[in-house]
């Protein structure tokens, strides 16, 4: 018997703990902000918890007299000369006699403080949707005409003018970079094998290579730079010098590659290799 009085004592004392743990935590004052008015010396208090009477409070220990309160909302008069600054503020509520501290600053705020460190950085969100297709930009400029090229393998040339070894035919006026070889091989009567480059259109020699030794091997080798009109041709000429008809020319190829330039009409040429003059025809004795 006495040990059920000791445990429903025992209960009944937890339970009136219990509610008046409750009842302070339901009636406990909290201050969420404080602002100053200093155009009307008055501080306006917001929270929860302020009871329906008129709470107490004070500023660094000095009481200050409530305007006008709700459980939320407290105005009171700050003291005249009331400089901005950091103060302690306090309220009290006179229905539950609890009371609540806050740190308050009135007034302008301080020059902010030196940045903090960088944090660390976080993780990488999703991938968006993909945007919507943009428009085409404009058209950029023609480029330039690809080369033209042409080869023959072997034939035999007679003398001067001598004998149209390949040509190749400009689709697009230009100034077109020439490049042509040739590998004459000089018979052993004739004095020497020469090749050149001309324009259809005017029929003159412009650049030429070869030899002037008779019984001898020689790589023609020519580069050059022409304006051509379309429709004209660039053409590989090749003679010997006696034109005995023994000189053979192996190998031979042509390109002329239409090339970026200032140029916008043909121009006079300059740098012209001439080659000797032919010699008299003759035939070879064999």
């Known amino acids: ?90 309220l009290t509520n006179k229905d539950s006699g609890l009371k609540v501290a806050f740190d308050v600053t009135l007034g302008v705020a301080g020059p902010p403080g030196p940045q903090g460190p960088q944090g660390p950085q976080g993780v990488q969100g999703p991938q968006g949707p993909q945007g919507a297709q943009g428009q085409p930009g404009p058209q950029g400029p023609a480029g330039i005409s690809v080369g033209i090229s042409a080869d023959a393998s072997s034939v035999y040339v007679p003398g001067y003018p001598g004998y149209l070894v390949l040509q190749n035919t400009a689709q697009t006026s230009g100034t077109y970079f020439v490049s042509a070889s040739a590998l004459l091989v000089i018979d052993y009567y004739d004095g020497g094998a020469f090749c050149y480059d001309s324009l259809a259109s005017s029929n003159t020699p412009r650049q030429y290579g070869g030899s002037g030794l008779p019984n001898y091997t020689q790589q023609a080798s020519i580069t050059d730079s022409v304006y051509v009109n379309a429709g004209d041709s660039i053409q590989l000429w090749c003679y010997g010098y006696y034109g005995d008809g023994a000189t053979e020319v192996y190998n031979a190829a042509l390109t002329s590659t239409l090339i970026n330039t200032v140029i916008t009409r043909p121009g006079k040429h300059r740098g012209q290799r001439l080659a000797p003059p032919p010699g008299p025809a003759r035939s070879s004795v064999k």
């Open 1 to 90: 018997m006495k040990n059920a009085k000791s445990a429903l004592f025992l209960a009944v004392l937890i339970l009136s703990s219990l509610l008046t743990m409750h009842a302070y935590a339901a009636s406990a004052p909290a201050i969420v902000s404080a602002v100053a008015n200093f155009q009307t010396n008055q501080l306006t208090i917001t929270g929860s918890n302020f009871g329906t009477a008129a709470p107490k409070v004070t500023l660094d220990g000095s009481q200050l007299q409530v305007v006008s309160n709700t459980g939320k909302t407290v105005v009171a008069a700050l003291p005249t000369g009331t400089n901005p600054g950091g103060y302690l503020l306090t």
